[in-house]
């Protein structure tokens, strides 16, 4: 039989394997909201829509696992409410796709990376904060597929809206964990319509499988044994590198 048709560069593999154990730390709950950091990584290495289809199997495996350890812990109304503003950033993302090219799409995941960063340092979420109205946790749902559906960075808009709620971390980690799993599952015919599903994506994603459980092990140990304050100032630096090599990428 012929070989799988994967991508061979080193380079690739070199910021590909991190990419995959940052989200999977993501999807662990320890960094929410950091496994946006993964397409913006890949993308040092290949256009930003073949880093999101390249990822669609490994979120597959990942959302698996986290709908399977959280599946107790879920706020159905709160779930309810937000899914379908998700599904219509699904279709959002869908239509606009085709109208935007590579280097527009690396500009947009850079600029939200960088936006993303700044809020967190400049406006930590205050524990005596009011929760958000409605209507803009419809809005931040909606973004959250839009930009979930581009480059997997769904994380960032969402948490703004519920990190304020307050609510337990178990509940917090598997309500996001179904969230996104729907959410994900949702972008599968119109990634294939799109044509970003080919052979070689597919077996490039096959060979980076197996770090997805790996890269959620590791964030369940991160969380007991890392200084979170170290852990989060290296993955703002690599925010701010990655944004800002994908905005010069996009306007150079």
Do not use: C
Not at 12 to 40: D, E, M, N, R, T
Not at 59 to 70: E, H, K, S, Y
Not at 170 to 176: A, H, N, R, S
């Amino acid at each position: 039989m012929p070989a799988l048709p994967l991508i061979t560069d080193p380079f690739f593999y070199a910021v590909a394997i991190p990419a995959v154990l940052l989200l999977g730390v993501s999807k662990s709950g320890f960094g929410a909201g950091f496994g946006s950091l993964a397409v913006p990584l890949m993308a040092l290495a290949i256009s930003v829509p073949q880093a999101a289809a390249i990822l669609m199997p490994v979120l597959l495996v990942m959302d698996l696992m986290g709908i399977a350890a959280f599946r107790r812990h879920v706020d159905v109304r709160l779930f309810r409410f937000l899914l379908p503003f998700g599904l219509l950033g699904i279709v959002v993302g869908t239509l606009a796709f085709r109208l935007l090219d590579a280097r527009m799409v690396a500009g947009i995941v850079g600029v939200a990376t960088l936006l993303f960063l700044a809020q967190r340092l400049l406006f930590p979420p205050r524990p005596d904060s009011p929760p958000p109205p409605r209507w803009l946790g419809g809005f931040l749902a909606m973004t959250s597929g839009f930009t979930s559906f581009i480059a997997h960075a769904g994380g960032p808009p969402i948490n703004a809206y519920v990190i304020p709620l307050k609510l337990p971390p178990l509940l917090f980690t598997g309500t996001m964990a179904f969230f996104f799993f729907f959410v994900n599952l949702a972008k599968w015919l119109p990634y294939a319509w799109l044509g970003l599903l080919d052979w070689r994506n597919m077996a490039t994603s096959l060979a980076l499988l197996p770090f997805a459980p790996i890269g959620v092990w590791v964030g369940v140990r991160i969380a007991h044994r890392i200084n979170p304050v170290l852990f989060y100032r290296l993955v703002y630096a690599g925010m701010l590198l990655t944004g800002l090599k994908l905005v010069w990428d996009a306007w150079r």
